[in-house]
T-cell receptor, first 113, second 114 residues
Framework: QKEVEQNSGPLSVPEGAIASLNCTYS??????FFWYRQYSGKSPELIMS????GDKEDGRFTAQLNKASQYVSLLIRDSQPSDSATYLC?????????????FGTGTQLKVEL | DGGITQSPKYLFRKEGQNVTLSCEQN?????MYWYRQDPGQGLRLIYY???????QKGDIAEGYSVSREKKESFPLTVTSAQKNPTAFYLC?????????????FGQGTRLTVV
């Protein structure tokens, strides 16, 4: 079982709709969770972090965490064509050697006009 | 400007040669990471380091080596033992010493072996 799993997509949504991206993780001691956006040919940029169960909102983005179900999601409201990118879920685990930050394979989002 | 600098942006090397990718940060971050990304794939962890003179193998360390002699520098050497080194290499850093720290990336180095 992969440590962090995401549906590769592509996920297609019309402009103005809500995009819902999901991620599951296998290690119950995972302690912090991040969503990154990556445009083609570029490096990932951090868009959301979440550390405790529940919802965290930042502008059009909402991250949701459920540690009991080992599930983290990202909602993008009022999706725009500029949101078209690959979204990477990342999970941080504190190991004996330090913070180990592990990524999923990413979900490609396409926002259509 | 504070940030993470990777160099070079593009690198071409002949098969069988070792090559070293540079990663420097001036954010005073303790933790640094190296990832590899293949086309259409996610990021796979090669090595990570929490403090100077200490580093840990990630999920795909074979064929790679690192050093952490200075807090701000974490160079990655791709050795001839790496069977398929052509990829996009990304370096990241975070404050470290607590899990609730966000990691930030450099612009990446695209390595092509010919």
């Amino acid at each position: 079982q992969k440590e962090v799993e995401q549906n590769s997509g592509p996920l297609s949504v019309p402009e103005g709709a809500i995009a819902s991206l999901n991620c599951t993780y296998s290690d119950r001691v995972s302690q912090s969770f991040f969503w990154y956006r990556q445009y083609s040919g570029k490096s990932p940029e951090l868009i959301m972090s979440i550390y405790s169960n529940g919802d965290k909102e930042d502008g059009r983005f909402t991250a949701q965490l459920n540690k009991a179900s080992q599930y983290v999601s990202l909602l993008i409201r009022d999706s725009q064509p500029s949101d078209s990118a690959t979204y990477l879920c990342a999970v941080n685990i504190l190991t004996g050697g330090g913070n180990k930050l592990t990524f999923g394979t990413g979900t490609q989002l396409k926002v259509e006009l | 400007d504070g940030g993470i600098t990777q160099s070079p942006k593009y690198l071409f090397r002949k098969e069988g040669q070792n090559v070293t990718l540079s990663c420097e940060q001036n954010l005073n971050h303790d933790a640094m990471y190296w990832y590899r990304q293949d086309p259409g794939q996610g990021l796979r962890l090669i090595y990570y380091s929490q403090i100077v003179n200490d580093f840990q193998k990630g999920d795909i360390a074979e064929g790679y080596s690192v050093s952490r002699e200075k807090k701000e520098s974490f160079p990655l050497t791709v050795t001839s033992a790496q069977k398929n080194p052509t990829a996009f290499y990304l370096c990241a850093s975070s404050q470290g010493f607590t899990v609730n720290t966000e990691a930030f990336f450099g612009q990446g180095t695209r390595l092509t072996v010919v």
